[in-house]
């Protein structure tokens, strides 16, 4: 009976460090669905219609200048994350501040963001 507890233990611990250098698959998931939350919000999706009208379907109606802005930051934050700048976790912190800062920047003047 120990025998067995020990191989078991013994694999178990062997799973466990190769599983330590995967990135936690739900939470790239959802990076993932936030990133793409915020280009729909931020570009919208481009639809090119039988009579070649290009439409954008999903973007936001925000100040423009508020839009470059958040765009900035959204580049700065993905290109950290892409280089090993920051973990995935502060990646997708950072995600989740700018889905906030967009909620906030639609009810709000271009001269109050600062």
Same mark, same amino acid.
């Given at each position: 009976?120990?025998? $067995?507890?020990? @191989?078991?233990?013994?694999?178990?611990?062997?799973?466990?460090?190769?599983?330590?250098?995967? @990135?936690?698959? =739900?939470?790239?998931?959802?990076?993932?669905?936030? &990133?793409?939350?915020?280009?729909?919000?931020?570009?919208?999706? $481009? /639809?090119?219609?039988?009579?070649?009208?290009?439409?954008?379907?999903?973007? $936001? +109606?925000? +100040?423009?200048?508020?839009?470059?802005?958040?765009?900035?930051?959204?580049? /700065?934050?993905?290109?950290?994350?892409?280089?090993?700048?920051?973990? &995935?976790?502060?990646?997708? /912190?950072?995600?989740?501040? &700018? &889905?906030?800062?967009? +909620?906030?920047?639609?009810?709000?003047? =271009?001269?109050?963001?600062?």
């Amino acid at each position: 009976m120990l025998l $067995i507890d020990d @191989q078991q233990t013994s694999g178990l611990e062997k799973i466990l460090r190769k599983a330590r250098g995967i @990135q936690p698959l =739900f939470l790239m998931r959802s990076a993932e669905q936030k &990133l793409q939350r915020l280009n729909t919000l931020l570009y919208g999706n $481009i /639809t090119i219609t039988d009579d070649g009208r290009t439409i954008a379907q999903g973007r $936001i +109606n925000i +100040n423009e200048g508020a839009r470059q802005i958040i765009i900035s930051q959204l580049n /700065t934050l993905t290109s950290d994350y892409e280089h090993g700048r920051i973990s &995935l976790k502060e990646y997708h /912190t950072g995600l989740n501040e &700018l &889905l906030a800062t967009i +909620n906030k920047v639609k009810v709000l003047n =271009f001269e109050q963001i600062k």
